[in-house]
């Protein structure tokens, strides 16, 4: 019996990856470095559809179908590269190799590059949900070439999450496109969940308990807010200590957020792109500060300011200000994550459709949320340059903002950190404004290092002679 696709790597992702394949009909071969892990994986869920099960990668590689494809779920780095290096000697032109690990698109884009000359298809791809989403149906962003994604996209189409019968599963375009998209996506929901922490932080700030603020987040589900993150808050929020069931378990949580490095790369990509993601960056940047506990020690006794509580007249309409805030900031850091991929695929000479990166972000993976459909449906209807100025998104934007900047300004008075809703403020602010600070940057630049400036008024570059006559000379 020929298998119809391979797994390498059992681990939980790898596993459940290939169980998902199998519910779904595929007969799956499957193969882990370590054996017995494989032994294990047919013990547990042999059972449940047609699995070959290998110990030997070469036999694995024998017995699937060709053009062959396989999907690698393996530590990323090194374990991608160990992978790669002993696997393609034994494949053969038209075969596709997929990496669905959280690889950087860099590391990406040079395997493939190093790959390509062996007529194997290389694809890098993106996968989004977690162990419940790789089981069930996860987002699922492939790279590679188009004719890979024919032989392996109606795999991965059958195996993703779906909305009305439309797979969250796209090509996204060539080499990296796959794993920038997924990179991205680990951004946007950084600065969600700073989002989230933040309104929670308000909502406790103005008295309400976590309980309160459990029904205030399950209440916004039902509404525009309605998200995965959104839903699991409330759930955190109820959840009682298990060693302590009078105490709120968030309250023993230690305030200090970890995370693996998506976000990082997500920021320092932007940088190198000459892009604005600052409500990542003030995410990334706020789970390091929370970390920081000696730092932290040092301010909690150093430094003076109000008490971190708020008086509210009015509490219910504090409740929707909140909301309103929460609802712009997030639409502000997807207008700056979609536009960190629009940047990079001009970069890369990816043909990223906009509007089907939103639809495959609708299910299956952590970002998924009802604002999605509402993305999908705006760049179906005309590109756009960013996601503020879309119809119906601006016309939000404008009822929310009074509500947003009283939000910010209530928690810079009483010392709530707010740097996210701040930061996504102030970028809405800047893209508005007739006239930035800039001009003065550029006077100051010129007069210290005759760095030039342009006219409103002229075109070229021009100078002022400072330190001299004073007068302007063109510089170009
Ligand atoms: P791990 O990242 O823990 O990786 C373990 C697997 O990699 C095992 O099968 C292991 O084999 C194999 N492996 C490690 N090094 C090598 C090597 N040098 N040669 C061959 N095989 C090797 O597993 P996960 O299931 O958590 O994740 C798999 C991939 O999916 C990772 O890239 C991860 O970043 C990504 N991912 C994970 C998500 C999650 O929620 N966990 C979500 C989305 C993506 P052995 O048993 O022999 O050690």
New binding site residues.
Partial sequence: QTAEIGV????????NLARNMAHKGFRVAIY???SS?TDEVIAEHGSEGIFLPFHDLADFVASLERPRRIVM????G???D??IE?ITPLLQPGDVLVD????YFGDTRRREAAIRPTGIHYVGTG?????V??LEG?SIMPGGSKESYDAIGPVLEKISAQVDGEPCCAWMGTDGAGHFVKMVHNGIEYADMQFIGEAHALLRAASLTNAEAADVFESWNHGDLNSYLVEITSQVLRARDPRDPATDLLDVIRDEAGMKGTGTWTVQTALELGGDVSTISEAVFARSVSSAVLLRKVGQQALEGPEHTITVADRQAFIDDVRDALWSAKVVAYAQGLDEIRTAAAEYHWEIDMGQVASIWRNGCIIRARLLQRIKDEYAAGDLTTLLEAPSVRAELARCQQAWRRVVARAVEAGVPVPGFSSALGYYDQVRAPRLNAALTQGLRDLFGAHTYRRIDDEGSWHVNWSGDGREVRAD
Wanted: positive net charge; proline residues 3%; hydrophobic residues 40%.
């Fill in positions: 390498i790597g059992m681990a939980v992702m790898g596993s882990n470095r370590t892990r779920m393996v530590k990323a090194r374990g991608t160990a992978v002993k669905g690990g959280n690889a996968i989004s949900g977690g162990e989403g790789a996860p």
